[in-house]
């Protein structure tokens, strides 16, 4: 099982492709926390080896890492190896980016040819020129065209 603190990746990762990952309105239509479009995304991930997922959803706000992770199946937590760290400005536009470049800053992990790309349902949390963000309908969650958009950064950057 992977091992991290909340607001970083572990010591031993070297990632090349970082997924971070929104909850509400991603693996769920916002308002319905059932984690209804787990499954989907879970077969999706399934065709894109070497991919690790950094949760960057609010939740880790109210949930700690080990909490976080038993929201998903056991074969998942492996991929997820982290969190973005909490700021204070973390939902003033481009917050959530700010996380994120904080994150990829504090471990360096962006000197290393590291591809990422952010699953998300809210476009102010990032900047309007970001093309490592995939926005997803929240009213819909995770669907077949966010699956086709991931499947083309993943084939972009194997």
């Known amino acids: 099982?992977?091992?991290?603190?909340?607001?970083?990746?572990?010591?031993?990762?070297h990632p090349t492709k970082l997924l971070f990952l929104d909850i509400d309105g991603v693996l769920?239509?916002?308002?319905?926390?059932?984690?209804?479009?787990?499954?989907?995304?879970?077969s999706v991930l399934a065709d894109m080896p070497g991919v690790d997922i950094?949760?960057?959803?609010?939740w880790r706000m109210d949930h700690s890492f080990e909490k976080l992770l038993e929201f998903f199946p056991p074969e998942m937590r492996g991929l997820i190896i982290g969190a973005?760290?909490?700021?204070?400005?973390?939902?003033?536009?481009?917050g959530r980016q700010r996380e994120i470049e904080?994150?990829?800053?504090?471990?360096?992990?962006?000197d290393d040819g590291l591809s990422w790309v952010a699953l998300d349902?809210?476009?102010r949390f990032f900047d309007a020129d970001c093309s490592q963000l995939i926005l997803v309908d929240g009213e819909c969650g995770f669907g077949?065209?966010?699956?086709?958009?991931?499947r083309q950064w993943f084939a972009r950057h194997r």
């Open 102 to 110: 904080a994150l990829l800053a504090q471990t360096k992990a962006g």
């Open 84 to 94: 973005t760290p909490l700021l204070e400005n973390c939902f003033d536009p481009g």
């Open 1 to 13: 099982m992977a091992h991290a603190g909340i607001s970083g990746l572990p010591p031993k990762s």
């Open 54 to 58: 950094v949760i960057s959803s609010s």
């Open 28 to 42: 769920h239509p916002d308002g319905y926390p059932s984690f209804s479009r787990l499954e989907y995304f879970q």
């Open 121 to 123: 349902d809210c476009a």
């Open 144 to 150: 077949e065209a966010d699956a086709l958009r991931l």
